[in-house]
C-alpha cells in the first residue's frame, strides 16, 4: 500500500507540472502618438510553463488559427484562390518568448512578408518604490524602469510565484499586475488568470483542426521560417524595409511566369507597376501611422 502511495504521489507531482498558468492582460495602446486620446485595446496571454512563458494576443492566435484552417481547404479543394479577408486579426502581432531559469528573450517580429527572431540581452535596472495599492484582491508595489527608450511604471505582486510580466518585462520579485509608459499610450493591465490547460481546451474548441492534418504556409503566414538576428540586425533590415517596404514583392513579381491579382480598398490590380506603385503607397502610409512602437529603439 505505502508502495502505491508513493507512486501515485509521484504521478500527480509530475501532472502539476505539466499544467501552467496562463495570465490575461488587457492592453490598450495608441499606434499613432497623435492619436493617443483614443487608444485601441487587445486582449493579450502571458502562458506561463515550467520552462519558460510566450506573450502574444488572443485576437491574433485565434485569427491566425482560422486563417491556417481556410488555406489548408482550399489546398484539400484544389482551388487557387486564396483571398482571405479578416477584419478581426488584431493589431498586435509580436510575440515573446522567454526561457527560464536565465530569462533569456526572444522577440518573434515581421516586416512585410519576412519574420525575424530578435534575441534580446538588455539588462532591465529597476528602480522598486514603497509605494503600495490592491489590485483585484492582491498587494502590488511599484517600481519603475527605463527600457527600450521609454519610461514605464509597474505594479508587481508576491502572490504570484513568477518573477514575469507582460511583453519582455521580468526580473521583479512577483509577478507584475500593471504596466504602464510616461507617455499614457502603452498600457497592461490585469485581467485574470487561469490554470493554463483549462483555457487551452477551450481555445481548441474554438478552432478546428487542419484539412488533412498538413500544415502548409503561404507568403507572410506566421509560423514560417524565421530569420534569427540580433537588435542591430533587426534595425538594419527596419531601416531597409521602412526605405522599400515593396522590395519582397518587386523581386517576386520579376520571376518568370509570375502571375499576381491585388485588391487594395477595393481596386483590383493586374499590372505590376501599377501595383507595386499602389502597394509602395499604401505600405509607407502605415509605416507613417504606425509611429509609436511599443519598443520604439527598435525602430528608429
Known amino acids: ?63 491566425d ?25 488584431g493589431k498586435v502581432d509580436y510575440t515573446v518568448n522567454k526561457t527560464y531559469p536565465d530569462f533569456k528573450i526572444n522577440l518573434h517580429a515581421s516586416l512585410g512578408p519576412n519574420r525575424f527572431d530578435v534575441s534580446d540581452s538588455k539588462p532591465m535596472n529597476w528602480k522598486i518604490l514603497p509605494d503600495k495599492k490592491m489590485i483585484d484582491k492582491f498587494e502590488v508595489q511599484k517600481a519603475t524602469l527605463d527600457f527600450g527608450g521609454r519610461t514605464w511604471t509597474a505594479w508587481f505582486s508576491q502572490d504570484f510565484p513568477f518573477q514575469d510580466g507582460p511583453y519582455k518585462f521580468h526580473g521583479l520579485p512577483g509577478l507584475i499586475l500593471e504596466m504602464e509608459d510616461s507617455t499614457g499610450t502603452h498600457i497592461f493591465k490585469f485581467a485574470g488568470s487561469k490554470k493554463f490547460d483549462e483555457v487551452e481546451k477551450i481555445e ?24 534569427e538576428v540580433s537588435e542591430d540586425q533587426f534595425i538594419k533590415q527596419w531601416k531597409e524595409y521602412k526605405n522599400d517596404p515593396v522590395k519582397d514583392m518587386r523581386q517576386s513579381l520579376s520571376m518568370p511566369g509570375v502571375k499576381m491579382k491585388l485588391n ?4 483590383e490590380m493586374t499590372d505590376p507597376a501599377e501595383m507595386l506603385r499602389n502597394m509602395e503607397k499604401f505600405q509607407k502610409d502605415q509605416i507613417k501611422q504606425d509611429n509609436n512602437k511599443i519598443e520604439p529603439s527598435l525602430y528608429p
Open 65 to 89: 488559427s482560422l486563417r491556417d484552417v481556410y488555406i489548408q481547404k482550399q489546398l484539400a479543394s484544389g482551388s487557387g484562390n486564396f483571398s482571405y479577408n479578416d477584419s478581426n486579426a
Open 204 to 227: 481548441k474548441k474554438e478552432i478546428a483542426p487542419p484539412v488533412g492534418g498538413r500544415i502548409v504556409r503561404i507568403g507572410n503566414m506566421p509560423g514560417g521560417k524565421e530569420l
Open 264 to 267: 487594395i480598398n477595393g481596386k
Open 1 to 63: 500500500m505505502k508502495r502505491t502511495l508513493f507512486i501515485l504521489s509521484i504521478f500527480f507531482g509530475v501532472l502539476s507540472f505539466a499544467q501552467g498558468t496562463r495570465i490575461m492582460y488587457e492592453y490598450k495602446f495608441a499606434s499613432n502618438i497623435e492619436k493617443k486620446d483614443s487608444l485601441d485595446t487587445e486582449l493579450m496571454y502571458l502562458d506561463i510553463k515550467k520552462d519558460g512563458s510566450k506573450f502574444y494576443s488572443r485576437q491574433k492566435f485565434v485569427s
